[in-house]
């Protein structure tokens, strides 16, 4: 159980792979955990006013869970951090003859040209460079997803957030916009 030396790190096109790979994973919770947090949320009064105790605690642990799945998603696709590692950053700045490499990969397995996969592929570097990072640089765009992957990572990153109950600055759009925005990227 002890370490015989560092972690196997991943590079170049299997980083790459890896990392969309991952982006998939987690966008596939993301659309699930909404509609929950959805429904959860429009509960809430009810919840409050009623003598159900079991409806309560159902209510409250939906929209919490669902909420820090959201945000944790978030923080974790569109991780800044430079480390060498599976981050939003790093895939931003993976250099031309990666992509190539990964959409050579991508084209044998899907019924897409390589040019096809290579425009995608450019287009994702694209978007994890431009939402990869900080939060507080996010917050400073002037775009709405920028402004709302920043609140969300906040959100993720802020300890009193996600150990409260209480409510965190997020609206329902901020989370909508985000979750639709990692499904069609994700898909």
Known sequence: MFRAGEPFRL??????IQFLRGVFAR???????????????????SAKSTDDYPFKIAQTYSEFS?????????RKIFDH?????????????LPDHVLLQHAK?????????TDECLSALVF?????????KSDSVLLKKDGWLHKRIGLLKQHADRAAAHLSLEDYSLDILDIAHFTASVT???K
């Open 11 to 16: 590079v170049g096109t299997g980083r790459s």
């Open 105 to 113: 990969y991508w084209a044998k397995y899907s019924e897409k040209s």
């Open 66 to 74: 669902d909420l820090s799945t959201l945000t944790l998603v978030c």
């Open 184 to 186: 069609v990227v994700g």
């Open 27 to 45: 966008a596939s919770m993301c659309l699930p955990a909404f509609y929950y947090f959805l429904g959860s949320a429009s509960a809430h009064e």
């Open 81 to 93: 951090a430079t480390k060498p590692d599976l981050t939003g950053a790093n895939f931003g700045k």
């Open 124 to 132: 994702l570097r694209k978007f994890f460079s431009e939402y990869s």
